[in-house]
Nanobody
């Protein structure tokens, strides 16, 4: 059974940093695309960043230059380094995995078969 477990969320002041981790098990991590999404209260879940199995990286425009996705296949873990955080970054952050991507976009929620339970990130002003 595929499991994704996020960690590293918390409360931080504006301008601060956090590093989220997502530990994966139960599937071939190195051949899966991994993504980060977030959902703020009352809003839809939205794309943040993704990395394909060939290390092609995508970012949402709102986070470019501030957030960095990376992966360690030896540890079956994907990371999201978050710098220069803003209050509008406050949300629950979810990790997702896609084994069968094909021609689908990594920016779309529907591409991902597996999801973690999320970790809360709160940025105070």
């Amino acid at each position: 059974q595929v499991q994704l477990v996020e960690s590293g969320g918390g409360l931080v002041q504006a301008g601060g940093s956090l590093r989220l981790s997502c530990a994966a098990s139960g599937h071939t991590f190195s051949s899966s695309a991994m993504g980060w999404f977030r959902q703020a209260p009352g809003k839809e879940r939205q794309f943040v960043a993704a990395m394909s199995s060939h290390d092609i990286i995508y970012y949402a425009e709102s986070v470019k230059g501030r957030l960095t996705i990376s992966r360690d296949n030896a540890k079956n873990t994907v990371y999201l380094q978050m710098n220069s955080l803003k209050p509008e970054d406050t949300a629950v952050y979810y990790c997702a995995a896609a084994r069968l991507v094909g021609s689908r976009s990594l920016l779309n929620l529907g591409t991902y078969e597996y999801w973690g339970r999320g970790t809360q990130v709160t940025v105070s002003s």
